[in-house]
């Protein structure tokens, strides 16, 4: 039943980034409550520990992409509550968090516009809020 229903979940909207992990934890946990359960016939059982496993292949792989870690931090829905909610462990969210920090530092912090005093006064407005957000989101730790 749950991969029918990630499967309609995804069909009838176009799925980001945010929904992905989320998505493959709810499959993992439900997976996983269920392939010890000794009242279902053993063939289903394989079959679930076969499920979990090929799951944790695809899952492995949001590993190797920065984006998956640095989309789930800047989500305004998520940040530091979905680390925390899906318990993972202090060492998996700093590094999260330094892929924020070093993706900003690579692309964004030495960005200059140069377009006169009202664009220096939103540049500012905008590097303040930026930094705002940032110490917020990193001050729940």
Sequence with gaps: QVF???TTF???TTPNLATII???DHIDDILTSHESDELLNSSVRAALSLGKKTLDQYYSLTDSSEVY???MVLHPRH??????TAEWTADWIKTAE???HNEFD???ARIVVDAGPEIETVETSITTKV???LVQLYSHN
């Design 4 to 6: 029918k229903d990630a």
């Design 10 to 12: 995804f069909s009838l």
């Design 22 to 24: 989320p998505a493959i």
């Design 69 to 71: 870690r640095i989309t």
């Design 79 to 84: 940040k530091h509550s979905y680390f925390n």
């Design 98 to 100: 330094n892929l924020v």
């Design 106 to 108: 690579r692309h964004y």
């Design 131 to 133: 930094c705002g957000i």
